[in-house]
């Protein structure tokens, strides 16, 4: 089993960056494919990133291609997503997950807020 910590959320004005970091218990990350996801109020949680065990491959909704960036570092047990370009539709509920298998392990989330 995996534990994850999300952090680096906070509140910036339209334009500008933030880079969210999670980190991972366990001396298996570079067994899980990881991927961070967002929700709003009032909507489902969607999608923004993935990566691949070794980080050569990666993914990205439409929505934020071109302005994020998703990374991993196996020896830190870390999983990164750079936000660059962030637009105020960007404001959610941040959330690293883990997957294993048919096995998916959440973290708590952090939250983003762009203003305009």
């Known amino acids: 089993q995996v534990q994850l910590l999300e952090s680096g959320g906070g509140l910036v004005q339209a334009g500008g960056s933030l880079r969210l970091s999670c980190a991972a218990s366990g001396r298996t990350f570079s067994s899980y494919a990881m991927g961070w996801f967002r929700q709003a109020p009032g909507k489902e949680r969607e999608f923004v990133a993935g990566v691949n065990l070794s980080g050569g491959t990666t993914y990205y909704a439409d929505s934020v291609k071109g302005r994020f960036t998703i990374s991993r570092d196996n020896a830190k047990n870390t999983v990164y997503l750079q936000m660059n370009s962030l637009k105020p539709e960007d404001t959610a509920i941040y959330y690293c997950?883990?997957?294993?298998?048919?096995?998916?392990?959440w973290g708590r989330g952090t939250q983003v807020t762009v203003s305009s």
């Open positions: 997950r883990a997957r294993l298998g048919a096995t998916d392990y």
